[in-house]
């Protein structure tokens, strides 16, 4: 099972990104889908997690500019970053966890490969 990130980029101050994670491998369902960050010299920090049924939960400071999504036939997340900030600086990672087509049935959380965003002022 694998976890690819795409659609990280250099984008102005004030601009938009939309990154996607797509699952793939031998994947039964999966849970919750995360979006973490890792900014230099700081500690990875939780962005947003988005459940199956789609309830999102967000941190405090991309409420109202980020937006998590899915698509569960895709085995796909997606994060829409809005008025972005030279803070958001960051490589992003997708997080989710897996239940496995595994007998018997296996459950682990994986993570993506990380896609890098930058903004500038």
């Known amino acids: 099972v694998q976890l690819q990130a795409s659609g990280g980029g250099l984008v102005q101050a004030g601009g938009s990104l939309r990154l996607s994670c797509a699952g793939s491998?031998?994947?039964?369902?999966?849970?919750?889908m995360s979006w973490y960050r890792q900014a230099p010299g700081k500690q990875r920090e939780l962005v947003a997690t988005i459940t199956s049924n789609g309830d999102t939960n967000y941190a405090d400071s991309m409420l109202g500019r980020f937006t998590a999504s899915r698509d569960n036939a895709k085995n796909a997340v997606y994060l829409q970053m809005n008025s972005l900030k030279p803070e958001d600086t960051a490589v992003y990672y997708c997080?989710?966890?897996?239940?496995?087509?595994?007998?018997?049935?296996?459950?682990?959380?994986?993570w993506g490969q990380g896609t890098e965003v930058t903004v500038s002022s």
């Open positions: 997080n989710a966890g897996i239940s496995l087509r595994t007998s018997p049935a296996s459950y682990m959380t994986y």
């Open positions: 491998g031998s994947i039964f369902s999966i849970n919750a």
